[in-house]
């Protein structure tokens, strides 16, 4: 390719390097110029363009992006149309993302025309979510190099979605006198949110004594049930481990399994237990797994059910990235200063799993009624959709279906919450808990039946968030009065997770000890749309 400032006379068949305007229109970058582009850039004045000639055997940008994508497996990924040189790829299943650093690297250094950028190795990623994107960056490349990068693809494939597969999954929580049933109910509950989030759920639990062989007995117990699918035991000491002989791994040796690590170089998580008995993984979960919070836990859990094979070499080799969040919870936290944040990014989390009983036994659902000829949840998740959050995750429930399918077309990552009938915790956790979500320094928390609420009042609390560099709760008030929506800072992220029962985030907002930022959006703070006369009021349409 030759790259430079050519006469207009001699244009014909160069591609513009940058866009032309003229008096009658503008040429795009990428534009291949013709007969009648020449007389027109003539008659324009224009004696010079920036651009350039392709040579023998050379490929233009969007022919070469797609041909690099072809090289790739498309096992669970969906690739985007070439356009500017750029294929992105997405993953269509729930599951790891995982990439080969080294085989990534090869295919970047033939050639700094030809890039691959791809998440982090091991990455939990949804169905939707951008995974990799090759861009070439001149306006061609040299055939040759071309032929050479997809030679690599197809050799050495960089990178695969593992979608997450169905185990049965066994719970065994120890006792001891001084663990209270609470702790151990709460902790079942938030293994089983863990497993949903990989499509998994917790099929046994069961309660034995902290000892050696008690708990032996139950592993081998489990062992013994028939399974149509693949076997996990995780096993939550009622003490932490602190030797390799200590009750949970000589408890798996008993039970006829042998152990493969005892720690890991990732905290919170440290004293993670990880064994095997046959094909069968059991995993001895350390004491700050209780914590919704990421820990090393997670990152060996998500391995097993995307059908990975942990070994004591992977384990030890976590340590570079394993100083995760701290879990302010521990009994002797990290003291870790206090850090300028400079991207409070946002998430917005649309709740819309509600049985609106307000409305009546059997009544028509508020949340279809029409707004400006627009279903509220449609409308809803508009709005937030065109603000400046990076993500919408909408938690559905009651009337899954129809609510779902008012969403359709938008880009909007719909959360099925089937414990949707316990109350508002359970929503916000399934909401916090999504990736998408998970992943923001902020959470702006939004009921779905507010329809004064508009894309603006929004990007105002959004702003507020950002000018306190994620540091603080930013609340919707009018008037002085406290209103909707709100965002939590990923500070309370932890603490929204713990929540149970139908209580909404009004009580970590009180007493959370961070400053609240309150932004007066008027009305819309306070209007939500709870009976079929608030919905008449507000100037909407009942649909049966």
């Given amino acids: 390719m030759i790259f430079g400032e050519f006469d207009v006379g001699g244009a014909e068949g160069l591609i513009l390097a940058h866009s032309v305007k003229m008096p009658d229109g503008t040429l795009p970058k990428g534009h291949v110029v013709d007969a009648v582009d020449v007389e027109r850039l003539k008659n324009s004045g224009i004696e010079k363009i920036i651009a350039a000639r392709l040579e023998d055997g050379d490929l233009g940008e969007d022919e070469a992006a797609a041909r690099l994508s072809e090289a790739i497996a498309p096992d669970h990924l969906r690739f985007s149309e070439a356009a500017t040189g750029r294929v992105n790829i997405y993953a269509v299943a729930d599951g790891l993302f995982v990439a080969d650093r080294e ?8 050639d700094p025309a030809i890039t691959l950028a791809c998440l982090a190795d091991h990455t939990r990623v949804s169905a939707g979510d951008m995974v990799a994107t090759f861009k070439i960056i001149p306006l061609a490349v040299p055939g040759a190099k071309l032929i050479a990068a997809c030679a690599e693809l197809r050799a050495n494939g960089p990178f695969q979605v593992k979608p997450f597969a169905d185990h049965a999954v066994s719970l065994i929580a120890t006792e001891l006198p001084s663990l209270k049933v609470s702790v151990m109910d709460k902790t079942a509950r938030i293994l089983e949110r863990r497993l949903a989030a990989c499509g998994n759920r917790l099929l046994r639990e069961r309660r034995v004594p902290h000892e050696t062989k008690a708990l032996a007995a139950s592993i081998q117990d489990i062992m013994r049930i028939p399974e149509k699918v693949p076997k996990l035991v995780i096993v939550f000491g009622a003490s932490a481990v602190i030797d390799a002989a200590d009750v949970i791994p000589q408890a798996i040796r008993e039970a006829g399994g042998r152990i493969l690590s005892v720690g890991m170089p990732v905290d919170p998580g440290n004293l993670m237990v990880l064994g095997s008995i046959g094909e069968t993984y059991v995993v001895g979960a350390p004491g700050c797994a209780r914590s919704p919070k990421e820990n090393g836990f997670d990152w060996v859990l998500d391995r ?5 094979e942990p070994s004591a070499h992977e384990v ?6 394993g100083l995760l969040m701290e879990i302010q919870s521990r009994p002797q936290p990290r003291d870790v200063p206090a850090r ?6 946002v998430a917005i989390v649309l709740l819309a799993a509600g049985r609106a009983r307000r409305m009546g036994e059997g009544g028509q659902h508020k949340l279809l009624a029409e707004f ?3 279903p509220l949840m449609r409308r809803s998740a508009s709005i937030a959709v065109a603000s400046r959050a990076l993500s919408v995750v909408a938690v559905t429930g009651h009337r ?13 990552q719909p959360v099925f919450n089937s414990d949707y009938a316990s109350g508002m915790a359970s929503s916000l956790a399934a909401g916090f808990a999504h990736a998408h979500a998970n992943g923001a320094e902020g959470v702006l928390v939004m009921l779905a039946d507010m329809p004064g609420v508009s894309t603006a009042d929004l990007d105002h609390l959004i702003s507020a968030f950002e000018q306190a560099e994620g540091r603080a709760i930013v609340r919707a008030v009018c008037g002085g009065k406290r209103g909707n929506p709100v965002i939590l800072p990923r500070s309370l992220y932890h603490a929204v997770l713990s929540l149970e029962g139908d209580v909404g985030a009004r009580h970590i907002v009180e007493t959370a000890r961070l400053p609240v930022v309150d932004v007066d959006i008027g009305e819309s703070a306070h209007l939500d749309v709870d009976t079929p006369e608030a919905i008449a009021a507000a100037g909407g349409i009942l649909k049966e």
């Fill in 304 to 308: 097993i059910l995307a059908g990975e």
């Fill in 316 to 321: 030890t080799g976590m340590g570079v990235g």
């Fill in 400 to 412: 899954r279906a129809e609510i779902e399918a008012a969403l359709e077309g938008l880009n909007v």
């Fill in 340 to 345: 300028k944040r400079a991207d409070a990014s």
């Fill in 103 to 110: 085989a990534v690297d090869r295919l970047n250094r033939i």
């Fill in 372 to 374: 400006d000829g627009m």
